[in-house]
């Protein structure tokens, strides 16, 4: 629940979603859900030499079980919150 | 315990956080930032993160195989806990 | 149960045993990490001391703590 919590405080933030199949997707953050998968807005593929087949999507839905990596705006983030959301969740589960 | 208890192994990475770790990933992929979140599955929130990617060019005529380091950083990112292999503290040895 | 019969072993009573000695990990990838082993849990998840990382039979790094994901565990042997 951690991360699903933390994903929907980025709704509206630019990222960029890197997949396990090295496609990257830079677009706007529109939803999240408990799978952790994606909806992303306003897309770019970032290496559209490789994968131009995507070049006029606009919008897409990623699942989340292909996501390797998200990059996000720090200024989006504060990690003192994270960290003591963290701690929060990792001592109330036991 | 000498640093502090370690009842099970999720606990060696929750005393890293807010700390400096190195995560081993699948696909020859290592990680060096600060811990700022994680959770069951070792999903994980870094800052300041240096990535190394390993890849190995093989020569299509000799076959000759040539391995090589592609550095990347990012400031800020999650990371999907299913890729990762090793998560380990700062330098303690 | 046989609680005194010590023959009959099951392997949580083995790895039980093998919690602060030292053993080998070896992962899917053939990936191995020599070390002493601190803690485990229900899904391999392995929290290790010392260890050493060896590719290919060669020591390749060192950590002086590290915690291995359990999916990516083979077996763990204990060592001397």
Known sequence: ?94 | MTDGAIAEPLDLVRLSLDERIYVKMRGDRELKGRLHAYDQHMNLVLSDVDETITVVDVNEETFEERIRTVKRSHEMMFVRGDGVILVSPPGRT | ?80
């Open chain 3, 1 to 80: 149960m046989e609680e005194t019969n010590t023959a009959k072993k099951t392997p949580s009573d083995f790895l039980g045993a093998a919690i602060g000695g030292r053993v080998v990990v070896r992962l899917n990838s053939g990936v191995e990490y020599r070390g002493v082993l601190a803690c485990l849990d229900g899904y391999m998840n392995i929290a290790m001391e010392h260890t050493e990382e060896y590719v290919g039979g060669d020591l390749k790094n060192k950590y002086g703590d590290a915690f291995i994901r359990g999916n990516n565990v083979l077996y763990i042997a204990a060592s001397k």
């Open chain 1, 1 to 94: 629940m951690l991360f699903y919590s933390f994903f929907k405080t980025l709704v509206g933030q630019p990222v960029v979603v890197e997949l396990k199949n090295d496609l990257s997707i830079a677009g706007v953050l529109v939803s999240v859900d408990q799978f952790l998968n994606i909806k992303l807005d306003d897309i770019r593929v970032t290496d559209e030499k490789r994968f131009p087949h995507m070049m006029s999507v606009k919008n897409c839905f990623i699942r989340g079980s292909v996501v390797r990596y998200v990059q996000l705006p720090s200024a989006a983030v504060d990690t003192a919150l994270l960290q003591d959301a963290t701690r929060r969740e990792n001592s109330a589960e036991k």
